[in-house]
């Protein structure tokens, strides 16, 4: 599986678009890009992932490069309850395993 | 729907005893994975199961762990014989039948403290 760099840490201002980075220059053709996020001491939850395309649904946006090599996860307006460590994981779901690969994420401060 | 149900929340052991922890999946979710979260630490995967078979435990320590997902009831991960160092939060998460992508979704954890 590819390996994910993010950010270790960001701030946001409440009622802002919050837009957290990652770089997966290594990724292959057939991964996808999936983003979850953990509030203190929660099970973590899924976000939204893709393959080429941006997608949007009712939590954010995925933007990927044309590339691939890097995306960019978008909260419109993010409130204190976004306040998380979020996760940008790379991997393959039509393969025999489908682990997903946790590294160290970007802990997002929304600030009042 | 109800999401992934994972009992106990909270589970104390002492050292030497055995802890049983268990995961009902999501509704017509087949496929069911364990994490664990060391404290101050990342999430690791552990094992990935179907029904009644074991895909990957390449997580998984070598000793005194194993799982299983029988085709009635929740899913288990087992520790025999705990020690300090297994005292962290077990995450179980489920989906759908793997295709092209998918989606897991985690239950609340069960965390594991033993004395």
């Known amino acids: 599986d590819a390996k994910t760099t993010q950010p270790p840490s960001m701030d946001c201002a409440e009622g802002r678009a919050a837009n957290l980075p990652c770089n997966h220059s290594t990724i292959s053709g057939n991964e996808y890009v999936y983003w979850y996020r953990q509030i203190h001491s929660q099970g973590p939850q899924y976000i939204i992932h893709?393959?080429?395309?941006?997608e949007t649904n009712e939590m954010a946006s995925l933007i990927i490069t044309e590339d691939r090599k890097s995306s960019t996860l978008i909260l419109p307006h993010a409130t204190l309850r976004d306040t998380a460590v979020y996760y940008c994981?790379?991997?393959w779901g039509g393969g025999a395993t489908n682990k997903l690969i946790f590294g160290t994420g970007t802990l997002l401060a929304v600030q009042p | 729907n109800a999401g992934v149900m994972q009992n106990p929340r909270h589970l104390v052991r002492r050292r030497g005893q055995e802890a049983r922890l268990r995961c009902s999946p999501m509704?017509?979710?087949?496929?069911v994975y364990w994490y664990r979260q060391l404290p101050e630490e990342g999430l690791k995967f552990m094992v990935y199961?179907?029904?009644?078979?074991?895909?990957?435990e390449s997580g998984m320590p070598k000793e005194r762990f194993s799982a299983e997902f029988p085709k009635e009831g929740p899913s288990i991960l087992r520790i025999q014989q705990v020690v300090r160092g297994d005292s962290a939060a077990y995450f179980c998460?489920?989906?759908?039948?793997?295709?092209?992508?998918?989606?897991?979704?985690f239950g609340p954890g069960t965390r594991l403290t033993v004395t």
């Open positions: 893709g393959l080429k395309n941006n």
């Open positions: 509704k017509g979710h087949s496929h």
């Open positions: 998460a489920s989906s759908e039948l793997a295709g092209a992508s998918y989606e897991q979704y």
């Open positions: 994981i790379v991997g």
């Open positions: 199961l179907q029904k009644e078979n074991i895909i990957d």
